[in-house]
C-alpha cells in the first residue's frame, strides 16, 4: 500500500531512520522532531516532513497524540508525489487552518477504528496534494488579510492587545472578526494566542538552560504559578516536568 495511516501515542524518542516518508500531524500535545540537525516543534497544525532515510529522534510531551502518515513514494505515480515530500523540502510546514481541520477529522475517524486506513487514504493523499497546490489556486478575501495580520499582531510579546482594538484595527466589528478569525484560524483569538506563546515556552524549555521563571517572564505571565497552571492544562505536564523528557533525558546512550 502506497499509504499508511495510524494515530499513535509517544512516550520517548531515540534516534532511527526507515525506508520509507513519514509525516507528522499533531491531534493533541506537542513535540520536538531533529531530522538530521534541523529542529523544530509540531503543535498546533505544524507537521513534520520526516524523508526517507532520513536519521532523527524526537521527544514529545507526555500528552503526545499525532496522526502518523507513512508515504511509500516510489509505489505512487511522479504525478502523484506531493511537492511537500520532495527531499529538500521544508521539514516543518504550517497548514492552513481549514486543511489542518481536515487532517484532524481524519485523526478522528482512525481513532474510532482503525479500518477507515484505506478509506480515508485516498482523501489523506489529495490533502497532502493540496498543500502544494493551495497557495496558485486561492486568493485571501481582503478581510481575511487583515484577520491574518491581526493573529500577528496578537502573538507580539507584551501586553496583550485589547480585541476590540485588534477587531477595529482589521476594520472589522467584534462579532464579524471573531466569525472570520475563527474560519481562518480554527480556534478563537484568545486561543490562538495562548496556543502560540506557550509553543514559544516550549521551544525555548527544549532549547535552552533558561530558568522556568524567565521563560514564563519572557512571553507575559506576570507570576510562574499562572504558568505552570496553565502550561500543565495544555500539555498534562508542568514546565519542569516537560523539560524532563528533554533530549538528554530521552536519548539513550550511544555506544
Known amino acids: 500500500m502506497s499509504l499508511n495511516l495510524e494515530v499513535r501515542s509517544y512516550r520517548g524518542g531515540g534516534r532511527h531512520r526507515h525506508g520509507f516518508t513519514q509525516v507528522l500531524f499533531p491531534l493533541r500535545g506537542s513535540m520536538q522532531v531533529d531530522i538530521e540537525g534541523s529542529t523544530g516543534v509540531v503543535s498546533s ?14 521527544v514529545p510531551s507526555r500528552d503526545c497524540n499525532l496522526l502518523v502518515i507513512d508515504v511509500d513514494a516510489a509505489a505512487l505515480g511522479s504525478d502523484q508525489i506531493p511537492a511537500i515530500l520532495h527531499t529538500g523540502g521544508a521539514p516543518f510546514i504550517t497548514m492552513e487552518a481549514w486543511l489542518w481541520r481536515l487532517f484532524t477529522f481524519l485523526g478522528s475517524e482512525l481513532a474510532s477504528d482503525a479500518r477507515h486506513a484505506r478509506r480515508i ?6 490533502g497532502l496534494q493540496l ?12 478581510q481575511t488579510r487583515r484577520v491574518r495580520e491581526a493573529a500577528r499582531k496578537l502573538t507580539e510579546i507584551g501586553e496583550p492587545a485589547r480585541l476590540a482594538d485588534v477587531a477595529r484595527g482589521a476594520g472589522l466589528g467584534q462579532s ?8 481562518t484560524h480554527g480556534k478563537s483569538p484568545k486561543q490562538f494566542r495562548l496556543d502560540k506563546l506557550l509553543d514559544r515556552a516550549v521551544d525555548r524549555l527544549i532549547n535552552s538552560r533558561e530558568p522556568v521563571s524567565d521563560i514564563a517572564y519572557a ?17 498534562g505536564v508542568t514546565p519542569t516536568e516537560f523539560r524532563s523528557l528533554g533530549p538528554s533525558a530521552a536519548r539513550p546512550p550511544e555506544a
Open 45 to 58: 497544525n505544524r507537521l513534520a516532513v520526516i524523508p526517507e532515510q532520513h536519521v532523527h529522534d524526537f
Open 121 to 126: 487514504g485516498p482523501l489523506a493523499l489529495a
Open 131 to 142: 498543500m502544494r497546490t493551495l497557495p496558485a489556486c486561492v486568493s485571501e478575501a481582503a
Open 176 to 183: 464579524r472578526f471573531h466569525e472570520l478569525f475563527r474560519a
Open 219 to 235: 512571553i507575559g505571565y506576570a507570576n510562574v504559578p499562572s504558568f505552570n497552571r496553565v502550561f500543565k492544562q495544555r500539555f
